[in-house]
């Protein structure tokens, strides 16, 4: 996770618990994990693998620069696992209005 210039390592010893896994599996304790975001300008999260170094790198822009950052370091570096991010970036209307 990402939280403007801040990278958080959510490290489960690569068996990450899912979402409601609690429901079906006994020895498995609810998870969760909250952060502030008050004022942010940006939010992402990721999957396992996109290591804390790409995780530094996201583009911090809403547009297509997060598809070709992600087609480039696939190309270039791989990723350590299968890897999805998802994004949220405040916008310049956000700044306009105080948000």
Not at 5 to 25: F, H, K, M, N
Not at 46 to 74: K, N
Request: hydrophobic fraction near 40%; aromatic fraction near 8%; glycine fraction near 8%.
């Amino acid at each position: 996770m990402r939280i403007d210039e801040r990278v958080v390592t959510l490290d489960e010893g690569g068996r990450p618990s899912y979402l409601a896994s609690d429901l079906w599996q006994e020895d498995v304790p609810p998870r969760s994990f909250t952060a502030r975001t008050d004022g942010a300008r940006l939010v992402a999260v990721a999957t396992d693998g996109v290591d804390e170094t790409s995780m530094a790198t996201i583009p911090s822009a809403r547009s297509t620069a997060l598809l070709r950052w992600m087609r480039f370091r696939a190309r270039s570096f791989g990723f350590t696992d299968d890897a999805a991010v998802g994004l949220l970036c405040a916008t310049s209307s956000d700044d306009r209005q105080g948000a």
